[in-house]
């Protein structure tokens, strides 16, 4: 198993709707900005006309996490499917995987006294097989599920689109997958001309070698 989720971001109409289900589902303090998931904005303009980019984001559960090597009490770990998790008993808030996290996943749950994240609702599998968060989007601009697995929703997708990652230069190999937009217009205006652009064809060998490397660190 190798958990991930490809985000259609084409769709988003920034209803908010994964962000209150997330908090819902994980009781995410009220009022609470940037806590597990998050929709970003980034506006601008082509020739004097406005436009405006939506980017739905979380923790990445990367191959690869920053935040996991830099945890001194291993408080930051890997379990079963590769997903990033944080034991709140072992944290000590040195905040060292806050700085380590190259996409500002983490942040200091009050409640816990210790550092949180998304979790992909590895909570919920057994009884839905899925994330909050997809389950509650009106656009389906989510899909969750297993990279290992070649008829799961996910994989079959990333059969038919192309897609890239976010800061992929840092090297954490993130489990993001943002689709390239089927609208040419609005993909030109939302993805950098230095993005590389990938098919599953291209990236499975690489995911499935690195996969194969970390899942012994993988926690039961």
Known sequence: MNYAMALDY???IN???CEVACKEENGVQLGAEKQRIWVGMV?????GKPFANIYPSQCNHCLDAPCVSVCPTKASHYVLGGIVKVNAKQCILCKGCLEACPYDARFIDDTKVAVDKCTFCDH???ETGTTACQATCPTKVRTFGDLDEE?????VLLKTRRFFFQKESIGTLPKLFYLL?????YAK???????NIYTWKDIKPLYDQARNKRSKEWRR
């Open 10 to 12: 084409q769709n988003c």
């Open 43 to 47: 506006e601008g303009t082509i020739f």
């Open 181 to 185: 937009p089927e609208d040419e217009a």
């Open 124 to 126: 919920r599998f057994a």
């Open 151 to 155: 008829n799961s929703d996910l994989v």
């Open 15 to 17: 209803c908010k709707a």
């Open 189 to 195: 205006q939302s993805v950098a001309h230095s993005t």
